[in-house]
């Protein structure tokens, strides 16, 4: 996928001082974060912290970053590959009315915060039958019972 050309990928050589910042930041009753440069010294806000938080995290598993701003518009290939569909699902998802796009030519352009806006519908609705059949099975007796198969 292609979205941004701003990627951050984590060095190999910076892996224990990744892991120090993300265990620094997880540490319980911490105050705020604050930014010192200089002589310059200021409080993080919430939001930013959160963000640096998540980064953290991220690179000290290994695994790259890219920072994009949600009303960024995507191609429908860059849509379909970020929902991990084929470009014709994501077209009828499109016509269906499920995510908002726009037509400023003849191509779509989707912006980024329909995108995820939709991965959040898609994931509840998973959670949420999901969770119903795992109450029918327990309601018929069959929630934990080793399959047949099992040998």
Not at 41 to 61: F, K, Q
């Amino acid at each position: 996928m292609t979205v941004t050309a701003d990627a951050l990928m984590p060095d190999p050589e910076e892996s224990g001082a990744l892991e120090k910042v993300t265990r620094t930041l997880h540490r319980q009753g911490n105050p705020r974060l604050r930014l010192v440069r200089g002589d310059s010294e200021t409080e993080l806000p919430p939001s930013l912290e959160s963000a640096l938080v998540r980064i953290a995290e991220l690179m000290s598993a290994g695994r790259g970053v890219a920072i994009v701003p949600v009303d960024r518009e995507l191609t429908t290939r860059e849509a379909a590959d970020l929902l991990g569909v084929s470009r014709p699902t994501l077209i009828k998802l499109l016509d269906d009315g499920q995510i908002g796009f726009t037509r400023p030519n003849n191509s779509r352009r989707i912006p980024l915060h329909e995108i995820l806006d939709y991965k959040e519908r898609r994931s509840r609705r998973r959670k949420a039958l999901l969770d119903e059949m795992t109450a029918d099975a327990v309601d018929t007796g069959l929630y934990g019972v080793p399959s047949s198969d099992a040998g």
